[in-house]
């Protein structure tokens, strides 16, 4: 079986040097580019992109593509703040994102992933239909470009985002699995979670946190290995599904400490690989 790439995800800005500085301080092949302003994603700046991605060898494995408007983390605003799920900004980010699918193709990402936000759970909810055919026309959009769509996950229940990928039925949907958010979310233990999706698992997030302890805030990211992700129960589950990486780690912060957290997150995940 041929070794899982490590990769760490890194903000998109026009300053491509910074952009890509923590992927050639790490040393790692590969990375996801996350942007959360779409109007700069221009051809210019994916030429460029392209250019320093040649030119530290580094496979950009995903594009990671955020909207526009308010975004609220916890449990009370992020329902009505966070991806497609809000009505009144649905069809801007829909727009949004296929901005971002366009993005991909130019850089020569295979995929592009995204929170959908927090899915209804019961599919009679009247909104239910009108967000999965919201989801199905990017999805749509992007297997014209032959992209694959990727669910991040976080928001939603392992079930709940089962059924939405088997209703919308577009054959190029999948799951970048954040272990660390399901956690934080409150939503399954990662590694249960893979009985439920696990074939659908196309990239993942390596980041780790812990579970929420009151119902109006999310948990807390940790540094990978200080949390409540079982790794090495993980990387297990994922190699019977046939994962195959690539593995991106993940630390939300910034500076020396996020530098020396994912290298420390390298040396950790590199037995598991």
């Not at 491509?16 to 942007?35: N, Y």
């Not at 408007?69 to 009370?76: D, E, K, M, P, T």
Request: aromatic residues 8%; negative net charge.
């Amino acid at each position: 079986m041929s070794k899982m790439k490590l990769g760490v995800i890194v903000g998109l800005s026009e300053n491509i040097a910074e952009s890509f500085k923590l992927v050639s301080d790490v040393g790692v092949p590969t990375c996801q580019l996350c942007c959360w302003n779409p109007p700069i994603l221009t051809p210019q700046l994916a030429a460029r992109v392209v250019e320093a991605s040649k030119k530290l060898d580094v496979e950009v494995s995903c594009f990671w593509a955020g909207h526009t408007g308010r975004a609220v983390w916890n449990f009370l605003e992020g329902p009505t703040t966070i991806g497609l799920v809000p009505k009144a900004t649905r069809a801007q980010r829909v727009e949004e994102l296929k901005k971002g699918a366009d993005f991909a193709k130019l850089i020569g990402a295979p995929s592009i992933a995204t929170h959908v936000g927090f899915l209804p759970e019961n599919p009679t909810d009247a909104e239910y239909p009108p967000v999965v055919a919201a989801i199905r026309e990017l999805a749509m959009y992007c297997k014209e470009l032959k992209l694959d769509f990727l669910f991040e996950t976080g928001q939603e229940t392992p079930v709940t985002l089962l059924r939405v990928i088997e209703d919308i039925g577009t054959g190029n949907l999948g799951i970048n699995l954040d272990p660390a958010n399901l956690i934080l979310y409150g939503k399954a233990n990662p590694v249960d979670a893979l009985d439920v999706f696990g074939k659908y698992v196309k990239g993942l997030h390596a980041k780790d946190g812990t579970y929420p302890v009151n119902g109006r805030e999310l948990g807390h990211e940790t540094p990978l290995g200080e949390g409540k992700v079982d790794f090495p129960k993980l990387f297990a589950g994922l190699k019977a599904y046939g994962f195959k990486g690539p593995v991106t780690i993940e630390r939300e912060i910034s500076g020396d400490k996020q530098r020396e957290d994912v290298i420390k997150a390298c040396k950790t995940l590199e037995p598991l690989l």
